[in-house]
């Protein structure tokens, strides 16, 4: 029977890539607060989240260069911590009007890699219904942009369910490998026990009569 249990390095490299996501998110984030600056109170706002975010990135990366490993709840964590703050700036920057929903593609993306499929529903539902929400109270009204929130609501949900099922499928194979080269492992004959050669028997001398 195959292992159900996901290896340690598929959840290290889960963990890895949580990491590189954040990295994105922080500097995208950083790089849009100082490019399209608003009121004073959000723009100190924005900076506080994004260091809080810097540290907390900072301590996953040392464990990681540690070779110490990451908590599942510590990952489950960060992955909430992230759709919080994606969900923020799209509420700081208008709601439907604003341009930081593609933050949720790449932490989409980390999700269907790293967590489970209960969790992965789990946390890419609230993302969506928090941003399908957001969204529908700040359309204009009237409104011809709604059939635009729909694309991006499937076009979110493709990015999730299709990284999940290739992950799947590269899981299912690397624990068929893993179960075939134990089988041949188990299953291969030990080398026979060397033999030493017997010491040759000196020749006797014929008995004198």
Not at 68 to 77: N, S, T, W
Request: net charge neutral; proline share 9%.
């Amino acid at each position: 029977m195959l292992p159900t249990k996901p290896l340690p390095s598929e959840q290290a490299y889960g963990h890895l890539l949580i990491i590189i996501t954040r990295w994105i998110l922080i500097v995208a984030g950083l790089f849009l607060t100082l490019m399209v600056p608003g009121p004073m109170v959000i723009l100190r706002t924005q900076i506080l989240v994004i260091l809080l975010l810097s540290v907390a990135n900072f301590y996953l990366c040392a464990q990681v260069l540690t070779r110490k490993p990451i908590q599942d709840l510590v990952a489950y964590g960060v992955c909430a911590a992230d759709i919080a703050v994606i969900t923020t700036s799209v509420i700081l920057q208008g709601g439907f009007e604003s341009n930081t929903f593609i933050y949720y593609f790449p932490a989409f993306l980390a999700f269907s890699v790293a967590l489970p499929t209960f969790l992965l529903v789990a946390f890419a539902g609230g993302a969506l219904s928090l941003y399908a929400f957001i969204s529908l109270i700040t359309l204009p009204v009237p409104s011809t942009d709604f059939q635009t929130l729909i694309i991006r609501l499937l076009m979110l949900t493709a990015v999730a369910v299709c990284g999940h099922q290739y992950w799947s499928m590269e899981r299912r194979h690397q624990q068929a490998l893993t179960a075939r080269t134990a089988l041949a492992l188990h299953d291969t004959p030990l080398p026979p026990m060397p033999v030493e050669p017997a010491a040759p028997i000196a020749p006797t001398a014929p008995a004198v009569a």
